[in-house]
């Protein structure tokens, strides 16, 4: 691999792709690239200082520029990363955590966002552009992209949506999640703990803030693959409603109720949570609803509340498991948007209880549990990469590399504060409720 080249008729050195890179971004970026940069040619450009110290990008072809000409920052890094045009290097200690967490430390240190870009540095980068063959016609977005259509949390939209996630693969999903399915955070009580326990010990909590016993009804919004719905019928004796819109999930709970003899307990819907809520006086006992309000979307998330206060009869409890988000990007940025959950929409949890509030409901507790899902995630991703063969056998490389990609950021968003997620425990009003004075949660 070499740095420069010798022109055959002068002895000035001739710069490859990476050193023009590093040149040319140096206004954008407020310094020097600071990673190690090795591109198609076989030219790499090094940081000053010690090499050790920057992660190494590989450009491995030019349409891996081409993106982010097109998709400047994340998006078109991302689509780059997950057709495998452009990679981060597992050397000298490095992985892709590291080097993201390494990359956002220098942008805060110094300042870029927001910052200006004076026209002559965008003039020379599109000169550079050309002159390593980059520019062209933009290029096909990755086969893992998104394309949902229609209105706006239509109910028809939202059905697209859900499905492009959620049903991408029930053994997909086996491989990652532990033998619950649960498909949010779990509740850790120390980090050793094992992800089934944590997720068995979440499922335990949100039944005692309901306050199952036997014989209650309850309606779970949004089941998921079941491990609410399962374990409030199967441990706490409720008879339980849950309702999906994505069939690959009701699919998978259905031969879950005939495997456990649960059919007489346990009725799933393939049904839009807009049309959820019973005939008056047939109100559940309870409703819980785990980390499904983040699809509703916030022109949405007021009927929702509403769905949720007249779907509970007056003094039943309400449990809502939210994730929460500050700042620029409601839908977790380009990323998210684009390869993982189109149309999710988060707020600060503040805003979130507001509304909430609004619906008719009265917001008893509020339970951060951010630190919670670096747990969780840890123990996602180390099933994720022990199964990597099987996951690439079954999906693909290209999605392998969109999970990846999404586990080591949302990780990272928790860690790092930029995402949070809260239950919040309410009470319908009306009627006496049974929420002791005294918490033992």
């Known amino acids: 691999m070499t740095t420069t080249q010798q022109s055959s008729s002068t002895s000035a050195p001739v710069q490859g792709v990476a050193q023009r890179l590093a040149a040319v971004l140096e206004p954008f970026l407020g310094g020097p690239l600071p990673v190690r940069l090795r591109c198609w040619d076989g030219s790499e450009f090094v940081p000053p200082g010690d090499p050790a110290a920057s992660p190494v990008v590989e450009l491995r072809s030019p349409d891996a520029v081409r993106r982010l000409l097109w998709h ?22 490095w992985d892709l955590d590291k080097a993201l967490t390494h990359s956002f430390a220098v942008a805060a240190e110094r300042g870029l966002s927001g910052a200006r870009i004076r026209p002559a540095a965008v003039v020379e980068a599109l000169r550079t ?6 520019l062209g016609r933009r290029p096909a977005n990755p086969a ?62 949100v039944c005692t803030k309901l306050g199952l016993e036997p014989g209650m009804r309850m309606l779970d919004v949004g089941c998921g693959w079941g491990s609410l719905t399962l374990h409030a019928a199967e441990h706490y004796g409720a008879q ?4 999906t819109i994505a069939a690959e999930q009701k699919r998978f709970i259905d031969a879950r109720i005939a495997e456990r003899g649960l059919s007489d307990r346990v009725e799933i819907r393939l049904q839009d949570y807009r049309d959820a809520v019973p005939p008056a006086g047939r109100e559940y006992d309870a409703v819980g609803s785990r980390e499904m309000g983040e699809h509703v979307g916030q022109k949405n998330y007021p009927t929702y509340a509403q769905v949720l206060h007249d779907a509970v009869r007056p003094g039943g409890r309400v449990l809502v498991q939210q994730m929460s988000r500050s700042g620029k990007w ?30 008719g409901l009265e917001v008893r507790d509020v339970h951060a549990m ?29 999605v392998y590399r969109v999970w990846e990609l999404y586990l080591v ?33």
């Open 370 to 398: 951010r630190e919670h899902y670096v747990l969780t995630v840890a123990g996602w991703l180390e099933r994720f990469r022990s199964n990597r063969d099987r996951l690439v056998a079954l999906m693909g490389e290209e």
């Open 144 to 205: 893992t992209q998104a394309d949902v259509k229609g209105r706006l949390h239509s109910k028809l939209r939202d059905r697209s949506a859900i499905s492009f996630h959620y049903d991408l693969s029930n053994e997909f999903y086996e491989l990652i999640l532990e033998p619950q399915m649960a498909y949010s955070c779990g509740y850790h009580s120390s980090p050793e703990q094992s992800l089934e326990d944590a997720q068995r010990a979440k499922l335990d909590l």
């Open 240 to 243: 339980v409603t849950g309702v």
């Open 330 to 359: 409601p839908g977790g940025g380009p990323f998210i948007q684009s390869f993982i959950a189109p149309d999710m929409h988060m707020r600060p949890v503040g805003e979130t209880v507001a509304l909430l509030e609004s619906g």
């Open 129 to 134: 552009a050309v002159g390593i063959g980059a």
């Open 72 to 93: 400047p920052g994340e998006l078109g890094a991302a689509q780059a990363y997950v057709t495998g045009e452009l990679d981060v290097l597992e050397v000298d200690g």
């Open 409 to 441: 950021g949302g990780s990272m968003s928790f860690r790092d504060g930029r995402m949070g997620v809260d239950q919040i425990l309410m009470v319908r009003p009306g009627a006496a409720h049974t929420l002791p004075a005294v918490r033992s949660f």
